[in-house]
């Protein structure tokens, strides 16, 4: 069993969600239950296994689901119907006092517009999940300057919010969801409000702070790029159905239907492709297709790593796994059908 | 004409209602009637005790403490001055006392209305038509009741103030609160933030510019009380404003007039300064 658990969740906004549940359930659509009983389903059925220590994605166009789906994780939203457990503990069955001590401290939340504290400083906003926590202030304040310091805002703890640039704003919201040590970050859109080079900036950042830290991160985004780069996995959502879970390559090289196809059309997949998901694999043993003069290069290189290589030497190259070993072969032309295709 | 069998006997009713009030429940009204008079009383003996400087320093005091502005402050204690050269000092103070137990009894019977309200849509969609109708009402209606409940003299003028006054701070400390950003609040109970964390951590501290607009307006509302207040017995400039009107005094009333404006002038300028000063607590840090 994995560690965050969705089963079968659905969730219909409206005065009477039960008796469209049971339409949605027979298999009506999110327009003909709107259009029928006037009720608005934001998620059909959805189920999702989030493995501890990963950075799953959760991709969507805005009505998809994305947002309402990563708010029932903290029971911001409660379901219509299913069952929600992280760890093999059932997260809809606790009362009030549990699921704030739950929040307190297993999870922590990034928001698209930052959702900071504007009559608290930087400082203060920081330290707040632990002052939730009843946490004293030397020691929370201990916590929060750490923070501070790691997400690079040292010396603008007496700040105020509207005092900083939008990127600088959200340092402060990742600083304040790691300062608790949650388990699970949940980020909702967290960088969608950034201009392209301070987003690209903060992606860079949080893999940093995942390589170290290895939180499991609950990522939100429309954008089909920001997914492909920082998620181990991605899950795709239309009209709150899911259409695709799977790794960033498989998105790619195998769209579950035309949505996604669409969405992957205009993708740079030098970025995405690594050299072992489109290499042609050599059998153990084999090793008469490997030649001696081919480069060698690692199964996990990335295509945009790889060109360079390839152009300079015009040959084959030989794939290699972490352990040296041989594992299989990549030709020019292979490259060029990866990236047409 | 409208058929007379269909009248109902409202009236009637609300008689037999305020006697029964009277007849079973008297002593409880006085015994409440005699706490606020207590309060009130110790209050004007304090304001009208006390030199005149004196109370122009702390005038001058809360002005500067509201607003760090001195241009400000020499005002404020300039209209101040203006009233005792009027020569209505004293009875400016037994105005001021008045309005200050009515402002308070209004605001801390307002915000928690105001909070109840905001958490509450049921509770708002009843108390909406009943602060209309609070706001509305002309005073003389509740203050016959009130006069048979409470008896001539200042008691009755402070609640016939308070009903009047109140309804802004309550809306306006409903308005605040619904105004909170979701994604603020949203990440406030995003961390296990209790409801009780939430209202005092988040949602009154942003709700603070629009709750001190609130305590301005019902400031200003107890201040325009006064005349009526003093028709029932309450002293002070109404007093004089309703002593002018009755001899004809035509420059009596002026003057009483001219004292209230200087004393609303005084009132809604302290609050407006404490209003900004909520708006943008941490410039003056910085500075």
């Known amino acids: 069993m994995s560690y965050i658990e969705i089963r079968n969740i659905f969730k219909i906004f409206g005065p009477d969600p039960q008796s469209a549940l049971e339409l949605a359930k027979g298999g009506s659509d999110k327009d003909e239950i709107l259009a029928k009983t006037g009720h608005t389903v934001g998620l059909h059925d959805v189920s999702l296994s989030i493995e501890q220590g990963e950075t799953f994605v959760v991709m969507g166009l805005s009505g998809s689901g994305k947002s309402t789906l990563i708010r029932h994780l903290n029971r911001l939203i409660d379901p219509t119907a299913g069952c929600i457990s992280f760890g093999g503990e059932d997260i809809l069955a606790m009362d009030i006092p549990t699921l704030n001590a739950f929040r307190r401290k297993r999870l922590g939340m990034v928001f698209q517009r930052f959702g900071l504290l504007p009559h608290r400083n930087v400082m203060d906003n920081v330290a707040y999940g632990l002052e939730i926590q009843g946490t004293v202030r030397k020691e929370r304040e201990a916590a929060a300057s750490k923070w501070i310091e790691r997400v690079g805002l040292a010396g603008y703890e007496t700040k105020y919010p509207d005092q900083l640039s939008g990127g600088m704003q959200q340092r402060v919201g990742l600083a304040r969801a790691l300062a608790t040590d949650p388990e699970v970050l949940l980020m909702d859109e967290a960088f969608s409000a950034l201009d392209p080079l301070i987003r690209s900036d903060m992606q860079d950042e949080l893999m940093k702070l995942q390589a170290e830290l290895h939180k499991t991160i609950v990522f939100i985004t429309h954008d089909l790029d920001e997914a492909l780069k920082i998620g181990d996995r991605i899950a795709i959502l239309k009209d709150g159905k899911l259409v695709q879970v799977g790794r960033p390559e498989e998105i790619v090289l195998r769209p579950a239907d035309d949505y996604v196809q669409a969405f992957t059309r205009d993708v740079n997949r030098s970025r995405v492709l690594r050299a072992k998901s489109i290499m042609e694999p050599i059998n153990s043993g084999e090793s008469q297709a490997v030649r001696e003069d081919w480069p060698s290069i690692q199964a996990h290189a990335r295509l945009a790593d790889i060109l360079p290589v390839a152009l300079a030497n015009g040959t084959s190259m030989t794939v290699r796994d972490a352990k040296d070993t041989p594992i299989g072969t990549l030709s020019p032309q292979q490259i060029v059908d990866a990236l047409e295709s | ?287």
């Open chain 2, 1 to 287: 004409m409208f058929p007379e069998q269909l009248n109902v006997p409202l009236g009637k009713w609300v008689n037999q209602f305020v006697d029964w009030l009277v007849v079973n429940y008297g002593a409880a009204f006085e015994a409440f009637a005699d706490s606020l008079l207590t309060v009130l009383v110790a209050l004007e003996q304090v304001l009208r005790g006390a030199p005149w400087w004196v109370v122009l320093i702390a005038i001058a005091a809360i002005t500067w403490h509201a607003s760090k502005n001195w241009k400000l402050v020499v005002g404020l204690v300039v209209a101040m001055f203006a009233i005792g050269m009027l020569g209505l000092w004293d009875k400016a103070m037994q105005t001021l006392a008045l309005m200050i137990v009515a402002t308070s009894l209004s605001v801390l019977i307002g915000i928690p209305v105001g909070i109840a309200m905001a958490m509450s849509n049921r509770l708002r969609a009843v108390m909406l038509p009943i602060l209309d109708t609070m706001q509305t009402m002309p005073s003389f209606v509740y203050l016959i009741p009130a006069l048979m409940l409470f008896g001539l003299g200042k008691v009755p003028a402070i609640l016939a103030t308070v009903i009047y006054a109140a309804p802004p701070v309550m809306r306006l400390t409903d308005l605040g609160i619904r105004l909170v950003d979701q994604e603020v609040l949203e990440a406030s109970r995003s961390f296990g933030a209790s409801r009780k964390q939430i209202l005092f951590g988040v949602q009154l501290p942003l709700a603070l510019p629009n709750i001190m607009a609130g305590i301005n307006q019902t400031t200003m509302m107890s201040i325009s009380m006064v005349v009526i207040a003093s028709m029932i017995g309450a002293r002070g400039l109404g007093e004089q404003v309703l002593m002018g009107i009755q001899r004809l005094d035509v420059g009596a009333g002026m003057e009483a007039g001219i004292a209230i404006v200087l004393l609303a002038v005084v009132f809604d300028r302290i609050g407006q300064a404490y209003g900004k000063r909520s708006q943008r607590s941490h410039d003056a840090e910085d500075a």
